[in-house]
């Protein structure tokens, strides 16, 4: 068996999917890489059929029809045969040094008497043309180099969350909590953290700079441009997070802050694209999602309602829109969409 599983999901990837594969092949014989060509007219197919001959016992190319980025995640998390599961983009890809000390620890936490359910490291902005890469680090809020529990937790603060660059889970633990992503859909990476979050028991985080997330081709589904045009996209995620997670029924206090923080953002950032768009279409859409909340739980309607970034996604005039950008810079900042 596998150590860790690594998914890469590829549609028309061949002009950078090569240095993704690259760096994480130096994982050796510990990882298998799972290369989904999602439909790809490209020669994406090629390049991944010529990768698994290369490397039959590290490479699995799998080829599908076209079902977006969460039918190639759910692809690969159907065919891994590693204990831990991690998604990397096929624009993006791993530091080296860092991903060794990944995979030792690991290796250590599997021989020892605790299950980890999830492993979380840095990640860095590769943000196309700027000359300091920001770094999202979680020094603040967990204990380094332990297992942990959300009761260890140190702080719960917007502005820091756990995303898909950061997350290693335990493969069966994707299994049995019954994850599946919508096909045709962008934005689901949000729903392939925050679902699993009420199963994991157990976590481990150590402060290294693992994943290099790469942000600034003009088709890259965070470009402000791109995602006003899939606002319908971003808001089918939102409420899917809101449908699939009932976090009145969650025990543990620091979790349940946590991820109403989370549905928090993910519901501003619906919002605000909404309010960049200026169109009345849109703003439409941004009154129909705030009356679909209050409808389906007023409860959770006023808990967002009330906090600092739903009031100020809600304010008239001219005044309240001023606000709303301030916000929406704020938001920026924290998703790091560009």
């Known amino acids: 068996m596998k150590l860790l599983s690594v998914t890469i999901p590829c ?8 240095h993704c594969i690259e760096t994480l092949l130096t994982g050796g014989e510990d ?3 799972l290369i989904v060509d999602d439909g790809s007219k490209d020669a994406t197919a090629e390049i991944a059929d010529r990768y698994q001959k290369k490397y039959p016992t590290i490479i699995k190319a799998i080829h599908q029809e076209n079902g977006g ?10 065919n891994a045969t590693g204990l831990y599961f991690k998604v990397v983009d096929s624009d993006d890809w791993v530091d080296e040094e860092s991903y060794h000390k990944i ?5 250590e936490l599997v021989g020892g008497s605790t299950t980890l359910d999830m492993f979380i490291s840095n990640f860095v902005y590769e943000k196309q043309g700027a000359d300091h890469k920001k770094v999202m680090k ?7 180099n332990e297992v942990f529990t959300w009761s260890d937790v140190r702080h719960i603060s917007k502005g820091h969350y756990i995303l898909m660059h950061s997350v290693i889970y335990r493969t069966q ?19 392939f953290v925050y679902n699993p979050l009420p199963y994991v028991k157990t976590m481990y985080y150590m402060n290294v700079d693992f994943y290099r997330y790469f942000i600034g081709r003009e088709d890259q589904s965070v470009n402000e441009k791109v995602m006003i045009g899939r606002i319908d996209q971003q808001i089918k ?7 699939e997670v009932n976090l009145w029924k969650i025990a543990n206090p620091k979790l349940r802050k946590y991820m109403f923080n989370y549905l928090e953002i993910i519901t501003v950032v619906s919002t605000v694209l909404c309010l960049r768009s200026e169109t009345e279409e849109n703003l439409m859409k941004k009154r129909e999602l705030w009356s679909y909340i209050k409808g389906y739980d007023l409860r959770l309607f006023h808990h967002l309602r009330r906090g600092i970034l739903g009031q100020s996604m809600n304010l008239p005039g001219k005044g309240g829109r001023k606000i709303s950008v301030a916000a929406y810079k704020l ?8």
């Open 11 to 18: 549609y028309n990837s061949q002009d950078y999917m090569e």
């Open 103 to 107: 995979l030792a620890k690991l290796r």
């Open 69 to 78: 980025h969460g039918a190639a995640v759910n692809t690969g998390i159907a």
């Open 138 to 144: 979680y020094t603040r809020m967990f204990p380094e």
């Open 331 to 338: 938001t920026q900042k924290i998703v790091g969409f560009n």
């Open 31 to 33: 990882v298998e890489i």
């Open 173 to 191: 633990l994707l299994k049995d909590c019954g994850l599946e992503l919508p096909r045709h859909t962008f934005y689901v990476d949000n729903l």
């Open 237 to 243: 995620v939102n409420k899917l997070m809101i449908e």
